[in-house]
């Protein structure tokens, strides 16, 4: 009998020592869940952080994107006004060409007359020193 309690003790014993290890692995698993469920609340926290930016974020976006159309609707504004004004500088530039070559072709007239009248006074001129001249030669 006592052979056999302590044959059964030995096994008791060597059933301690394997539950002895799977008490260290369970121990082992557990601290390692406990890491991962740190590492997951840290995830959480993260997220949460992330969701309130993001609920901070849509509104200020919100605001942004109506002050840039705003911005761009001044934008457009203003180059109407400078399109406005580019058409009417090429009008007064037309005008203004227009206005400097009729007063080029007057000039120009004016020119050819004052040019026609010198030619008809040296050509009257010449003529009355021509016959001076034939004139003179005659008495001679």
Known sequence: IDTRLDRMDARFDGIDTRLDRMDARFDGIDTRLDGMDRRFDAIDQRFAATDDQ????????????GEVDAR???IDARFAVVD??????????????QDVSAGFERLHAEMNAGFDRLTTVLHDTYGDLDRRVRRLEGER
């Open 54 to 65: 993001y609920r901070q974020l849509v509104p200020f976006l919100g605001e942004k994107f």
């Open 84 to 97: 406005r004004n580019i058409l009417d500088l090429r009008g007064e530039v037309h005008q203004l060409r």
């Open 72 to 74: 761009f609707a001044a």
